[in-house]
């Protein structure tokens, strides 16, 4: 299975530590990392860590693209890239003993409709083996309906759509039938308007958008996992207590995992499982620091499929 990761809006992640967080007021912190990220280049990022093959195309702003291009090839990245004018945008996470992470998101380069024409032509050959993740921001300047005709040429040509991306309405991933979705309860929430509290509902919820041509309905559930809505069934994997160091990139791992299950030939309720392992892993790591084999076998196992 060919495995191409779509980073159209990629940030630089930087990590910093403040004693006693004040808002409003001047904070001195001490910066922990600094990393090249986009939720596209943490899923290649963790699938490359795991020994898993894939293909990262990426934008890139040209006035800081040279950090960005180095940070990428020290990670085992392997990247085709697009670059535009501009910069890379930034986004800021402050962490507080005790206290909930701050982040803060800065605006990058503007692009506009001819974007998406290159991007395919950096993708190559797209065919019924091929799986594309197209998650993260979607850049100004480029139009919704020009990104669902782009995904409608790529399905068109065979290729299996993962969509992770705020920038889609409800009805936006209903038209574009992607094979994959990841949402959490909160993004569930917003989609239908009201508020999902008990697992039953969250499952009434997902069996809703499976039935509307969702594949694969995926919504994480923090520490108690995630559930799986597909054509085989519902499932649930919980994980074990893993003493989390940071959220930040976990989604994008059990996506990354849930792939790399998808690329060994396992069933849908296999990939559950290995999704909820690779995410679980990466709350083990500070930043976006991707799982390790190591974290991910240790963890593997000791998840209850329900």
Not at 26 to 37: I, P
Not at 208 to 215: A, S, V
Request: charged share 25%.
């Amino acid at each position: 299975m060919k495995i191409i990761t779509l980073t159209l809006s990629p940030a630089f992640d930087v990590h910093c530590r403040v004693e006693a967080f004040a808002p409003y007021r001047e904070n001195l912190a001490t910066v922990t990392s600094r990393d090249a990220g986009g939720k596209g280049v943490n899923i290649s990022r963790a699938l490359s860590a795991n020994g898993v093959e894939n293909t990262a195309v990426v934008v890139l702003g040209e006035e800081n693209a040279a950090d960005f291009r180095r940070a990428l090839t020290s990670d085992g990245i392997r990247c085709r890239e697009i670059t535009l004018h501009g910069r890379i945008r930034e986004n800021i996470t402050i962490h507080t003993e005790g206290a909930d992470e701050t982040r803060i998101s800065f605006s990058g380069f503007a692009a506009d409709a001819s974007l998406l024409p290159c991007v395919l032509d950096a993708m190559g050959d797209v065919d019924a083996n091929t799986v594309v993740t197209l998650t993260g921001r979607i850049p100004d300047g480029v139009l919704m309906q020009d990104v669902k005709r782009f995904l409608r040429d790529l399905r068109m040509r065979g290729a299996r759509i993962v969509i992770d991306s705020k920038s889609f309405a409800l009805a936006d991933l209903v038209e574009c039938c992607p094979w994959l979705i990841k949402p959490n309860g909160e993004e569930i929430a917003e989609y239908l308007g009201h508020a999902v509290a008990s697992f039953e509902e969250i499952r009434e919820a997902a069996a809703g958008l499976q039935n509307g041509g969702i594949e694969n309905v995926m919504i994480s559930l923090g520490a108690k996992g995630a559930m799986l809505v597909c054509p085989q069934g519902t499932f649930v994997a919980m994980p074990p207590r893993v003493e989390a160091v940071s959220t930040i990139g976990a989604g994008d791992s059990a996506i990354a995992g849930f792939l790399a299950g998808a690329a060994r030939g396992d069933s849908p309720r296999e990939c559950l499982r290995r999704a909820v392992a690779y995410g679980s892993a990466a709350c083990m790591r500070e930043g976006t620091t991707p799982p390790t084999p190591e974290d991910v076998r240790a963890i593997l196992d000791r998840i209850e499929l329900l």
